[in-house]
C-alpha cells in the first residue's frame, strides 16, 4: 500500500462559497480539511494556496462551472499519482468532458452532484443523496464509504444520464422559478393545496444565484431542448382552452 | 319567521358529478338532500327533476360552467321567494354575472368556491376552505352556519378578486401541469426536494377534466393576461441564461 493511503487522507477545498463552506462544516470531524479559495477566509481552518490544494490525496472542487477549467488547469501540473479529484456543478457533462481533457491520467476522477444545498440541508446531511458518477480509477470506493458513514445516500449514474434528467427536474423547477418570480409577491390566501406546492418549490430555488441559474440552463446540453417542449406544450393547452 | 324556514331546508344539489357527489356524501348526514342530474343516479338519495329542485329552500349549482346559462333558465321561473342559489364553478366573475342577469330579484344569490376537490378531501371535508361571494340577500348566512359547523373555513371576497388570485393560483398550476405532462413521466431518482414539490403540485391536478381545464384557462377573465407575463418572465430567463 502506498505510503500516502497509511493515514486518512488529508482532503482540499478548493472553493468556500455556500457550498464548500457546507462540506466543510460537515467532513471537518471525519477527516483533517483545509481551505483554498482567494477570496473568502476559512477563519480556523488551514487556508492554503491552489498548488498545494492539489498536492492533497483528495481535491473536492466547490468552485462554480465558470471557473472550473482554470482552476484544473491550476491544479494539474501539482496533482499526485493516486489523487482523487472530485468536482461538484450542477451539471455532469461539461465537468467530466473537462476533467478528462485537463487532468493526468495518473489521478482518479469523480464527477459528482449533491442534490442539496445550504438551505435543504440546514439540519443535516443524513438521508441526503448525491449523483455519482466515477470517471476513472478506484478513488471513489474511499470517498463512498466516508460520505456513507455521514448518511449520504450515493445514488450512481453516467454524466449523459444525470443532465438528461436534470433537465427536467433542475432545468424546469428553475424556470418555472423565474417565470413566477416575475408576477411578484404569489397570492396565498386562496391558494389551493397544489398551488401551495407550486409555491413551496418555487420558494426553495429563488435565492439561489444567477451563476447557479446559468449553469443550470445554459451549460446543460439537454436543457434547451426540454425547456422548449415545456414551453410549447403549455403554450397549446393555453391556446386549445382559449 | 316564514313556514319555509320553520324547519331545516331542503337542499337541492344539481348535477351529480365527482363534486356533486363529494358534497353530498358530506350534507347528507345534517340536512334534507335531493339530487337533480339528467344523466347520473343518485341510487339512495331522492332525485327530482329540474323544477322540483328549484321549489327547494336551497339549490346548490354542481354543473360545469358550460352548463350553467341553461340550468339558471331552467330554474328561474320555479324559485320561491327568499330561496338561496349558490354555484360552486372554479371561476366567479361570469357564474355571479349569469345569476344576477338571470334569477328573480326575489332569492338570495351566493357565489362560492370549494377550494378543495374529491381528490384532497377525500379524508374529509375539516379544515378545508371554500372561496365566498354573498351576492345577494342574507340567505348566505345560514349556509355559512351549516359548513362552518361541518368544520370548513369560509374565506369571504368577491367575484372579481377571486378570480384575479385564481388566474395565478388555477392558472398557473394547471398551465404548469399541462407543460410537464407534454414531456411523459417525470423523473424520480435524481429528483431534488423542490422538484418532487412541483411534481406533486402537478400529480394533484393531471387527473382534473377537460372541462375544468377548459373553465380555468379560458373562463376566468384574467388568466389570459397573467399566462403571458408567466411565459414571458420564464422565457426571458431562458434567453438571458442562453
Redesign the interface.
Known sequence: MPRHLASPPRIAIIGFGAFGQLIARHLRDHVPLCICDPQVRANDLPQVPLAAAARCQVVVLAVPLSQLEGVLRGIAPHLRPGALVADTCSVKVRPAELMRQILPAHCDLLACHP??GPQ?AATGLAGH?V?WCPLRGRGHLRAAALLRRMGLRL?P?TPEH?DR??A???G?????A??????GP??D??????????A???G??QADSPEL??T???ENPYA?P??K??????????RQ??
Open positions: 442534490l442539496f435543504s443523496r449523483a445514488l449514474t444525470h434528467e436534470m427536467v427536474v433542475q424546469l423547477t428553475h424556470l418555472i423565474r417565470g413566477l418570480a416575475g408576477l404569489l397570492p390566501r386562496l391558494a389551493t393545496a397544489s398551488f401551495r406546492h407550486l413551496r418549490a418555487v426553495m430555488v441559474l446559468r443550470i440552463l445554459a434547451e426540454v425547456r417542449q415545456f414551453l410549447a406544450a403549455a403554450d397549446l393547452a393555453a382552452a382559449g
